[in-house]
């Protein structure tokens, strides 16, 4: 954008407000408001890291890329993200064929995914050959501890995560009904047998040869028995993400504080409130039909008056 529009080296390090303004406004329309948003901070990003100051006007820059955002194109739009609800789940769980490997990783996956209200990368490994260790969730990380009420809940430590290089604890509890993590995962652990070095959701899968092998979880076959499930139930297919979005639901419409679910869900210091501001327009309907959490959402969720 600078070759084309022959701006002086001198505005482009560090760059003037007017300089990234033109930046925004270029491609505003054309990109989606998200991405946009992606490459200005790519920018600061570049200035911190060369020690070049970066001294923005942060509310006309958030202005601006609001309005990046509202201007993007329908191409480029993603639908939004619904949530997992202990209904979708239920649904599909005949469909899964839980009493077989694959299904029974799966499902174990899917009911522990939600309940912690973990992402879906953070359990499954991206590849076949991508196992680490290091990295992944593996059974020996997984371990049953008391709180001080004397409730018994489980414990997955997990290496290295999104926001914290040196890894998180997700938690969850037995549940009733058909959903309940607790007996999905005995089941997974009595059909797959995991080793403790293995990754938590490791299958017995058997090949063309009708060779059997262990088999990591990778985040496209999860989402791929998710998918078929839904169709063979006759409803319509939730995204992996949705999974996160609909645990943070599932408690909040239980009338879990809001602080304990921030806390459950690992977010730090504002990125809670970010993140229910950012997926509102999902949970509202929900919320809705609880008149005393969705007053309380609204208020968590409110931008504060400047």
Known sequence: MCDRRNIPERERAPARDATIQLFVATLAGSYNGDT???YVYGVRAWHIVHGVPWHRNKDELD?????ALKLTPAVSQRKPRRPWTVAFLTAIRPH???????????WACAVVGFYSIARLGELTVPTLQGFKASLHVTREQLRPE???AGHSVWALKLPTTKSSPSGESLSFAKQDGATDPEAAL???????????DQA?????????????????LTKDEFVK?????AQSAAIDPLQGHGMRIGGTLEYLLRGIPFDVVKTMGRWKSEAFQLYLRK???????????ESAVHGTFVRYTMPPVR
């Open 36 to 38: 946009i948003r992606n």
């Open 63 to 67: 202005t601006l890329l609001r309005a």
């Open 96 to 106: 899964l064929r839980i009493d077989e490997p694959l299904g029974a990783a799966v």
């Open 146 to 148: 008391t709180d001080r």
């Open 186 to 196: 005995a089941a997974h652990f009595r059909i797959n047998k995991p080793r403790p």
């Open 200 to 216: 938590l959701f490791t299958f017995i899968h058997t090949d063309r040869a009708m060779r059997k092998r262990q088999r990591v």
């Open 225 to 229: 028995a998710i998918a078929a499930a």
């Open 279 to 289: 997926h509102a327009q999902i949970l509202a309907p929900y919320l809705q039909r």
